[in-house]
């Protein structure tokens, strides 16, 4: 038998000028016999970690029953609908968020332990010393044009004291790619769209970077041609995944375009920055997207993204909660505050409900991006009144490519790590690790 059949490679691109453009996973990169026996095998997993801070109304977090048959808590409400593809995990903690003998400092320690699993260092000066985090590690084995993309809703110094002596550095960031570097979030919209699809800074002259911002040409008009022609190249099912692809990149870089335009002004006054949604449901959704985007590509497959940083004061007056984030959260037990509290959180559910509705809408392989992710949605405090490390609020979603199993609400015994859940997904990502930070060992029951 003869096998006729049209083969891209997998790492293909489009040039333009000053542009590269990756392409998404299409049926042409797949050798044929392989795309008849088993497509699915060719999708990478990707792992992406989604980051709140602050801490949770713990009682309007933490679902009812065990098992299958748990009922949803009112904060999780708004991913009822994805609620066979979820995990709730309770009883998981982060030991080494805890002082340990070095007194405040409780948010610094929830954002820097959080996906290390150590205790860092407290200091404000250079001398910064934490770990490395599950998302470095996994990315480390990663053959992408991005190692990782990190990702952020709120800019902050790095250096400095930020919290009762704990360094900037620790607040801030939730990646780290050594115990010495953090990997500091970004948090422009048009930064990330120039990283992934835009000019590249060592290759492109200063002329040619001025006249592409001065005229603001589209990078799909600057390889319009070589898609047109790569569109009659290939099947049906690839032109409409390259249709969405392409359609989905336009609209992003649109959504970006807009907001630079935006004269509308926060409050209290400051001008929009460029390139950053006034409205915070618009600039979170927006990076959501970006994120998809970079995994549709295959630009990278491991994503960090804080949606605030620890100790964040952003106001969220649309939710009608206009009072800084963090002050409420200390909220003894004040019945106004612990409303405000689950507010926020519910309305952080509610946009990480967009996220995952557009990664299960998002073609990949022979099935979606939800179908071929690890997606974890949690933060580095419980109760943040008391500064609870112990019961971090955190959800699984995703399948994981056929290794995860939702559903469910599972309660763990206490006192197990979060490092341990890390040690199961770097092992899925094909990256094994006999220990990591506090890990004691796999995390069980993700499966089954």
């Not at 049209?6 to 042409?28: E, M, N």
């Not at 299958?68 to 968020?97: A, C, F």
């Not at 915070?280 to 491991?302: C, G, K, N, P």
């Not at 990256?431 to 029951?445: C, H, I, M, Q």
Request: with cysteine; net charge neutral; glycine share 10%.
């Amino acid at each position: 038998m003869i096998v006729m059949k049209k083969q891209l490679s997998r790492r293909s691109i489009l040039r333009g000028f000053g542009t590269t453009l990756a392409l998404p996973l299409l049926d042409a990169m797949v050798p044929a016999f392989g795309a008849t026996t088993n497509p699915a095998s060719t999708a990478p997993t990707r792992l992406a970690f989604t980051y709140i801070p602050n801490g949770v109304n713990y009682a309007h977090w933490r679902p009812v029953g065990e098992g299958s048959s748990y009922q949803l808590s009112r904060i999780l409400k708004p991913l009822e609908k994805h609620r066979e593809d979820m995990l709730v995990l309770t009883g998981l903690d982060i030991h080494n968020g805890n002082a340990l003998g070095d007194g405040g400092g409780d948010h610094a320690r929830a954002g820097a332990s959080y996906l290390t699993g150590v205790h860092c260092k407290k200091t404000i000066g250079a001398d910064i010393h934490g770990g490395v985090s599950a998302d470095q590690i996994a990315a480390e084995g990663q053959k992408t044009r991005l190692k990782s993309l990190e990702l952020g809703c709120e800019d902050s110094r790095t250096v400095g004291n930020c919290d009762s002596g704990f360094s900037c550095a620790y607040t801030n960031s939730i990646s780290w790619r050594n115990p010495t570097m953090p990997m500091p979030p970004e948090t422009n919209p048009r930064v990330v769209f120039e990283r992934l699809f835009g000019t590249d800074n060592l290759k492109v002259d200063a002329a040619t970077k001025a006249r592409r911002n001065l005229l603001r040409t589209s990078i799909l008009d600057v390889v319009g041609e070589r898609s047109r022609q790569l569109m009659g190249e290939v099947g049906p099912a690839d032109r409409r995944k390259l249709d969405e692809y392409l359609t989905g990149v336009r609209e992003v870089e649109r959504r970006i375009q807009m907001s630079e335009t935006d004269q509308r002004k926060f409050v209290p006054g400051m001008e929009s920055p460029a390139g950053v949604p006034v409205e915070f449901a618009e600039y979170a959704t927006l990076m959501f997207d970006l994120q998809i985007l970079a995994f549709q590509a295959d630009l990278t497959r491991v994503s960090t993204f804080m949606i605030g940083r620890e100790g964040s004061v952003r106001t969220y007056g649309e939710i009608g909660v206009p009072d800084p984030h963090h002050p409420i959260t200390h909220h003894q037990n004040r019945a106004d505050f612990l409303e405000k509290v689950a507010k926020i959180n519910e309305f952080h559910v509610q946009l990480y409900a967009y996220y995952i509705e557009k990664m299960k809408a998002t073609q990949d392989g022979d099935g979606s991006l939800f179908d071929h992710s690890m997606l974890v949605y949690g933060g580095g405090l419980c109760d943040p009144n008391r500064h609870q490390h112990e019961n971090v609020p955190t959800v699984l979603m995703g399948k994981g490519n056929g290794k995860l199993k939702g559903g469910r609400h599972v309660v763990y015994p206490e006192g197990t790590p979060l490092t341990n859940l890390y040690v199961s997904l770097l092992d899925h990502m094909g990256v094994p690790a006999e220990r990591f930070g506090d890990s004691t060992g796999k995390l069980g029951y993700l499966s089954v």
